[in-house]
């Protein structure tokens, strides 16, 4: 059993920044392949970035390539997602999700563990 718990989130103005972060329980942390995920109101979760277990192969999805950076520290047990440029239509509840595989896929059916969300706003 894998425990994700998100962190950084909150309020910035358009043009801002933010970290987030995403700490996991377990000893296998290594072995998962690990993505970010987001949710607007009244649209369907999307993929936003995903990572494999060692951090070799990383996935955007074309709103945010350039403005965002994931990343993983394995020794830490922790993702993280560098927002840069931020935009109002960034604003959403992101989530952490693990899947039990280390090797890095992008379809939502295929991670096992979430977090449990964290709201990021973009003011304009």
């Known amino acids: 059993q894998v425990q994700l718990v998100e962190s950084g989130g909150g309020l910035v ?3 801002g920044s933010l970290r987030l972060s995403c700490a996991a329980s377990g000893r296998t942390f ?3 392949a690990m993505a970010w995920f987001r949710q607007a109101p009244g649209k369907e979760r ?3 970035a995903a990572i494999s277990w060692s951090g070799g192969a990383t996935y955007y999805a074309d ?3 350039g403005r965002f950076t994931i990343s993983r520290d394995n ?3 922790t993702v993280f997602l560098e927002m840069n440029s931020l935009k ?4 959403a509840v992101y989530y952490c999700a693990a899947r039990s595989d280390p090797v890095m896929r992008i379809e939502i059916r295929t991670y096992k563990y979430w977090g449990q969300g964290i709201q990021v706003t973009v003011s304009s």
């Open 88 to 91: 109002p239509e960034d604003t």
């Open 63 to 65: 709103s945010v390539k």
């Open 75 to 77: 020794a830490k047990n």
């Open 30 to 32: 290594i072995t998962y």
């Open 46 to 48: 999307e993929t936003v």
């Open 13 to 15: 103005q358009a043009g």
